[in-house]
């Protein structure tokens, strides 16, 4: 994908100054967030009209769970090295049998559009990926729908209002 120089430069800050890169930094992750959004409504449509059992879909819905961890993980390198606050909602979800999942699922981009600045990572628990594993186990992620917003672990269905005040704390 382009844009992945972001990775290279926060590698790079190790020897340079806070001031000159991390505005380059924050303006790359402006574009991953633009990226993953598109790659993820692209797959999204692949599911609707292949199914979820589809092999070429779980593959590329694996490999796109490794795309949204890796710029999350970035996210947090930026705030870390540039001492920002880049809000975050990581969602894991079921497919299932999860009602409240799918509804869940449907908050997200309501939020987005509400609040443009947040970076939100979806999560399909079902894949089995040794990330999603690893972020799960990480956040104390214990069932479904489960949301992380900014480091805090919510269980079951949160509404747009419920995870503004998280963002907002």
Do not use: H, W
Not at 10 to 21: D, E, G, V
Not at 31 to 44: I, N
Not at 122 to 137: C, E, N, S, T, W
């Amino acid at each position: 994908l382009k844009g992945r120089s972001g990775e290279v430069e926060l590698l790079l800050s190790m020897n340079a100054s806070q001031a000159l890169l991390c505005p380059s930094l924050q303006a790359q992750l402006s574009e991953f967030d633009v990226q993953t959004t598109q790659l993820g409504s692209r797959l999204d449509i692949l599911e609707s009209s292949r199914g979820r059992t589809d092999a070429t879909v779980l593959r590329l819905k694996k490999e796109y769970m490794v795309q949204q961890a890796r710029d999350y993980l970035l996210v947090q390198r930026i705030n870390a090295y540039c001492g920002t606050r880049i809000p975050t909602v990581l969602f894991f979800y079921t497919n299932a049998e999860c009602p409240d999942c799918t509804k869940q699922g449907l908050v997200g981009p309501v939020l987005k559009k509400q609040k443009p600045e947040v970076m939100i990572y979806a999560f399909d628990a079902d894949l089995m990926a040794p990330i999603v594993d690893a972020l799960m186990k990480v956040n104390g992620v214990n069932g479904y729908p489960s949301l992380v917003v900014n480091g805090k672990t919510l269980s079951g269905y949160q509404s747009v209002d419920a995870i503004e005040t998280q963002l907002r704390s």
